[in-house]
């Protein structure tokens, strides 16, 4: 008798305490696979629907800055031709926002769209139509657009933006994709 009541304990133990621990198991896989435990210097882009970020790259600086060098490169996966329009702190067709330092204006120097075949398109004034199927690239600064904010970081340290990213179809139905970037400044 006293031999099926330590069987019975065992087994009630395992019950008890194997469902806890099954439980965490399960939430750790369904954290791991949302990652949560992903470094935020491995290369990220997390979110986008219309305009997805492909490749970018933000050189950062010796000291701590309120600005930093980027290069964007943005694909168009919506199916349809998309516009953007830059170099608007009003309408803010792309925001980049740090933790912490809130909207930072993204000014941007020289930009070019390339089809599906890889060929440049001619871009011209502040809206760029960006093909179903193909890529703008985007290269200038992100600023601050107050002192005390900083939207840039060190060399070799780790970032990551949230990134807005407003377009237009060609029935002006304006479609917004907010989404994370991560990596490490050059």
């Given at each position: 008798?006293?031999?099926?009541?330590?069987?019975?304990?065992?087994?009630?133990?395992l019950?008890?305490?194997?469902?806890?621990?099954?439980?965490?198991?399960?939430?750790?896989?369904?954290l791991?696979?949302?990652?949560?435990?992903?470094?935020?210097?491995?290369?990220?882009?997390?979110?986008?629907?219309?305009?997805?970020?492909?490749?970018w790259?933000?050189?950062?600086?010796s000291?701590?800055?309120?600005?930093?060098q980027?290069?964007?490169?943005?694909q168009?996966?919506?199916?349809?031709?998309?516009?953007?329009?830059?170099?608007?702190t009003?309408?803010?067709?792309?925001?980049?926002?740090?933790?912490?330092?809130?909207?930072?204006?993204?000014?941007?120097g020289?930009?070019?769209?390339?089809?599906?075949?890889?060929?440049?398109?001619?871009?011209?004034g502040?809206?760029?139509?960006?093909?179903?199927?193909?890529?703008?690239?985007?290269?200038?600064?992100?600023?601050?657009?107050?002192?005390?904010?900083?939207?840039?970081?060190?060399?070799?340290?780790?970032?990551?933006?949230?990134?807005?990213?407003?377009?237009?179809?060609?029935?002006?139905?304006?479609?917004?994709?907010?989404?994370?970037?991560?990596?490490?400044?050059?």
């Amino acid at each position: 008798m006293v031999k099926k009541m330590k069987g019975q304990g065992a087994f009630e133990y395992l019950m008890s305490y194997g469902w806890a621990v099954l439980v965490v198991i399960v939430l750790g896989i369904v954290l791991w696979q949302l990652g949560v435990f992903a470094p935020t210097t491995t290369p990220r882009a997390t979110g986008f629907v219309n305009v997805q970020p492909a490749t970018w790259e933000l050189k950062g600086n010796s000291s701590d800055s309120d600005q930093a060098q980027v290069t964007l490169v943005l694909q168009n996966i919506a199916g349809r031709d998309l516009t953007i329009y830059l170099n608007s702190t009003e309408t803010g067709s792309i925001k980049f926002t740090k933790s912490g330092s809130g909207n930072c204006y993204f000014g941007i120097g020289s930009m070019w769209v390339k089809d599906e075949q890889g060929v440049n398109v001619t871009v011209s004034g502040e809206a760029i139509a960006i093909p179903a199927g193909s890529t703008m690239v985007a290269m200038g600064t992100i600023n601050s657009t107050a002192a005390a904010k900083k939207c840039g970081g060190l060399s070799k340290s780790p970032f990551r933006y949230t990134l807005t990213i407003i377009s237009y179809d060609e029935y002006e139905v304006t479609h917004t994709d907010t989404g994370t970037i991560s990596g490490r400044y050059s």
